[in-house]
């Protein structure tokens, strides 16, 4: 049996930099062949001294070990709190890859499954160790390896379980309604398979069955589980099910499942989550295309920082003491967040709070304001905060266009396979959850009622008599709060997104032409992500990579770090590397010129 461990990464990358090429995506295949595997991806090197610019330099080829062990992000703030703070998840660092299995009903079979289990490992760990030695000794002698494009067969839809300790089922995101009862006999194999790996002092981090991928997340009392053939890092995965983790605890506390738990090891978690397999639901529908969620940041509402300062001087509570946060939300995305002078927010927390909001329960509810108690995990896992909500504008009232819809999650799945063309239509989807209006979010911690929501009133008068709301109104309207490549004017480029680094801020321009179809967009986040994994090295790799570069048939993907941003660019597939180098060059310095308008900088505190 074996386990890796990654070592603690540096907060920048430094010289000398790597350019590495990621391994094929993969499509979903049965789920009957099981077996260990390690993943080797070529790599090649690029020498960088420059900080800001890209020098068009020559590729030395390489190749390295990429292994399954995530690590942490961690990089000063300046002692300073920041607007948003930049806590990654700190997941286990055990890794490992099961051989095949059976069904284990009784202590006979699991017992059969373990020395099953025992016997293979030790034989792959020796098998791995070979693998390593020798990829190290090859690294000068590589050729780098190109990433091929994948079909649309590569993206199935991902499957997603959660499960307690003692095997009980909580959630599935299939959408049948007896899914968990029809899961509830692969569930119980799931949890042996843990349980045999805690028994021996392990973590059981996924398996892989052909060109599928099942991660396992462990946050006892609850067990996650993702099943996904889209070829994804192993890190964005675990992301996934940390976020279902997180919305599970924004319902039901982490102290409350403790309690719970601890009196009554098989509790059915399902009667206290009833009604709120909604939440879960669409936290993976936001998952499947948020960057923003990917990279542990926010995306704020693109915008004049003038009319952006006055919004966040007419919403800074004056002697409000148990107001914690006001967030003024536009289109899904965050225009201002006003947070006490020694506090900041964690991103996860208000993309839970984002999730929350926009549910059709609160959009829709007739009367003007809604109050929801709810658990930020990061800010205090054990407690809740009241949030009040309030749409100032409608969709309607706004005016607003809404953005093409991506599909739902799940509604490619009939009975027996993915759905066809002519059925993708079926009307026993789940609506797909629209996130448009203006909303005012204030959090408090308790305090009256009363008073806060006259508070809240008081701000929305303002803002409309100020004409300030009317404004924003406008400019959404007439969609000068999105922008499109075009603008940049730079040839070739197709798509970019560009996190700040230091406010932990992403911005982005809207998808169009290529990947204005979903499935376009599904492979080219998913490049995003294999490039963003290994350039913070969040998979095992030797170490962080400064530039990674990927060309498939339909696209190259560059990927580049710095102290103060990271640049993900996709530009047409027929350029030379010194163009893609140019045009990410120029991209940062556009960000750069228009900063003030796509970031919120200098919110106000009290």
Partial sequence: MSSSRSPSRPPTPGPPSRLAVSATLQSRPSLSNLKV??????????????????PPV??????????????????????????????????DNEDMAVPGLVPATDEESKKSLRDTLRRTLSHTASASENSVSLARRRIRKATVTELPSPEVSAFPPRDYFVLTDAGKPVYTSRPEEDALDHFTGPMG???????????????LRYVKSGKNRITFLLRPPLY?????????????????????????????????????????SNFDLRRMLAGSEIFLTSILQRLEFSLAMSTASLQCLRMDPSARRRLGEAMLPNKMKDILYVILVAQ?????????????????????????????????????STWVPVCLPKFNPSG???????????????????????????????????????????????PVQQETGIALVCVSAGGSFETIRSWCDSISQKLIHDGVLDTLALNIRSGQTDYTVSELGIPGLRHFFYKARMQVQMTMPVFEDPYDEPEDRRRLITLY??????????????????????????????????????????????????????????????????????????????
């Avoid at 506090?343 to 839970?352: A, E, G, K, M, N």
């Fill in 189 to 203: 194999v799931m949890q042996a398979l843990i349980s045999i790996f805690i028994d021996d002092g392990d973590k």
């Fill in 529 to 606: 992500q294999v490039i963003h994994d290994a350039i913070h090295a969040k998979s095992g790799q030797a170490e962080p990579l400064k530039l990674q570069y990927i060309r498939t048939e339909k696209e190259s993907v560059m990927g580049w770090i710095t102290q103060p941003f990271e640049l993900y660019i996709a530009i047409s597939p027929r350029l030379p590397k010194s163009a893609v180098v140019g045009a990410a060059n120029s991209v940062a310095r556009w960000v750069k010129k228009e900063e003030g308008r796509l970031f919120l900088k200098d919110a106000p505190v009290f």
């Fill in 58 to 91: 020559p590729i030395a080829p390489s190749m390295a070990l990429e292994s399954s062990s995530s690590s942490v992000v961690n990089f000063d703030m300046n002692n300073e709190p920041s607007i948003i703070k930049d806590v990654e998840d700190d997941s």
């Fill in 332 to 368: 899904g995305r965050v225009i201002t967040l006003i947070r006490p002078k020694r506090h900041s927010l964690y991103p996860s927390d208000v993309h839970i709070l984002l999730n929350t909001i926009h549910q059709p329960s609160i959009m829709n509810n007739p009367a003007p």
């Fill in 384 to 430: 809740f905060v009241n949030a009040y909500i309030s749409f100032l504008r409608k969709e309607e009232e706004a005016g607003a266009i809404p953005p093409p819809a991506p599909l739902p999650l799940f509604n490619r799945w009939n009975s027996t396979d993915v759905m066809t063309a002519s059925n993708k239509s079926s009307t026993s989807t789940p």
């Fill in 224 to 264: 996650f589980v993702c099943s996904s053939a889209w070829g994804e890092p192993e890190s964005v995965a675990r992301a996934h099910l940390e976020y279902l983790h997180l919305q599970i605890l924004s319902i039901v506390t982490g102290e409350q499942l403790r309690r719970i738990f601890e009196k009554r």
């Fill in 37 to 54: 595997t390690s993943f080797n991806a070529g790599h090649s090197t690029v020498a960088t001294d420059d900080e800001h610019d890209i």
